[in-house]
């Protein structure tokens, strides 16, 4: 399973959000606060049920009920906030969520998040895919300080649309011209050995400046997405296409 395919398990695995005796106008409110995640947003009438109640499932599977005030309430200014103790029961179950509009700034307050996380746990593995080598050039210096913390390790994947002249000192570049390098933005931090830590962000630019993908917490993706990356860019086995650095 390659890059994009990662996006499409994800992309397969949307969930229904039901809004049982909904009032006016609650319905279409619902679907602007999720406009940009893979969530199927119904309405339903039920008699003897409560209005504004929502149920949230996968399939016949139900997985969580909240209150639409609730759900609504945690609208914040930044998405995704990584920080999962904040999350409502709704977002929660939301641990592999695909988002399909996140322009440049989200993807890279996206991003901070785990590098954040990266630089707290300083331990564990740190892998970040930026697409092409000069957008990596004007974040070497973060990176470098980043490859300073502790024990951690970071790994920089990127397609060599320019001369290298940077050669980072801490991080370890792996250069290729596979499309998925080119087309892709990532990065994926293992924890360090804490399950809790693990996450990831993958998201493919199907438009200039539009990003389609999604971000996670569950340890298995996460884990599956830095192993690929270490079989497929990150050793002697891997593509000729790729030249490393650091």
Request: proline share 4%; charged share 30%.
């Amino acid at each position: 399973m390659g890059l994009f395919e990662f996006i499409a398990a994800v992309e397969d695995e949307k969930k229904t959000l039901t809004v049982f005796n909904p009032e006016a106008g609650v319905t279409a409110t619902l679907r602007e606060h999720f406009a940009d995640r893979n969530l199927d947003i119904r309405e339903a009438e039920h008699a003897a049920g409560p209005r504004n109640y929502a149920v949230l499932s996968h399939g016949d599977d139900f997985l969580t009920a909240i209150d639409v005030s609730d759900v609504l309430a945690t609208n914040r200014g930044v998405e995704p906030d990584f920080t999962r103790e904040t999350y409502d029961p709704v977002l929660d179950e939301l641990d592999e969520t695909l988002f399909t509009s996140y322009d440049t700034e989200r993807m890279v307050a996206a991003s901070k998040e785990i590098e954040d996380r990266a630089w707290r746990g300083a331990s564990g593995e740190l892998h970040a895919g930026f697409q092409t080598y000069s957008r990596f050039a004007s974040q070497a210096d973060v990176y470098d300080h980043l490859a300073e913390r502790g024990g951690l390790d970071v790994y920089v994947y990127a397609h060599p649309d320019e001369e290298a002249i940077h050669r980072p000192t801490g991080p370890t570049l792996h250069l290729s011209t596979a499309t998925e390098v080119h087309d892709t933005w990532f990065v994926a931090y293992d924890g360090g050995g804490v399950e809790e830590t693990k996450c990831a962000l993958l998201a493919e630019e199907r438009q200039p400046g539009s990003f389609y993908g999604f971000w996670t917490y569950d340890s298995d993706t996460v884990d599956s997405v830095v192993e690929y990356l270490r079989r497929t860019y990150a050793t002697p086995e891997a593509d000729g296409t790729r030249a490393d650095g650091g």
